[in-house]
């Protein structure tokens, strides 16, 4: 069976080459791909956008740029220059989006890595337009606030989309960190209403979880209420992929093949049950 309607981070798999990446995921039946830097390091960059083409898959997002924040104006200048590089390397890719997990640096408040992180997307902003990428924030789970993200729900980004006012600026939406939201279904509306609900990343969470970073689960295997995050995001008018972006250093120890094999297997008893 083919999943035109599903993607893959090629973290999930991270064992693969991005060439074992491309190829699995377009014998296993999968219609996306959103790549990761990491996996294309050292690669020509226009080789693997061909090699996505051919094998039938369509490019969604590379990740990830963001960590905007930072005590001096150098550090905050080189996040800069790091984002412009991955902008070039999404074009090359021939992606259409940049992922920003924003960043938040130990020892400033939550309002000054906030200000940090709005005034470094406006910076890019014109720029990665004009190269054809838009510019996603991902809002994080509350756990990360204290040092990788000062946008902990999907209320601040869509407060910050909406500060920022800017038509390439968007919305990531993974349902590990924002399952939690009372008002998520609201939230979702309102990215949706003012065109910011821009990708959609699964897996879930265990509460019982061994590490905050790489022990997420397979959809099914946690707390989430995947079916109902579905829905919001249906009535919202969201018609493309859903993202399979999954840590587990569990997973990552095993066979990639019964790893893959076991996402479309909850992936098929959710979405097509």
Known sequence: MSYPD???????????????????YARYGIGGISIWRSAVEGEDLCSVQKHVKDAGLTGISLVRG??????????REAALEENRQ???????LGLGSLVLVCGATVGQTPQENYAQIRDGIAALADQAQHMGVRLLVEPLHPIFAGDRSAIPSLKVANDLCSEISHPNVGIALDTYHVWWELDLEAQVQRAAKNGWLDTYHICDFKPDQRDLLNDRGLMGEGCIALSQIDEFMKD???????EVEIF??????RDPH???EAILTAYHDIYYS
């Open 258 to 260: 019964e790893f893959m």
């Open 66 to 75: 963001g960590f905007f924040t930072g005590k001096t104006s150098s550090e």
């Open 236 to 242: 919202a008018g969201f018609d493309g992929f859903r």
């Open 6 to 24: 599903l993607a893959l981070h090629t973290v999930t798999t991270k064992s693969w080459s991005i060439s074992e990446c491309i190829e699995q």
């Open 86 to 92: 991955a902008l070039k390397e999404a074009e090359c």
């Open 248 to 253: 587990s250093h569990s997973w990552w120890q």
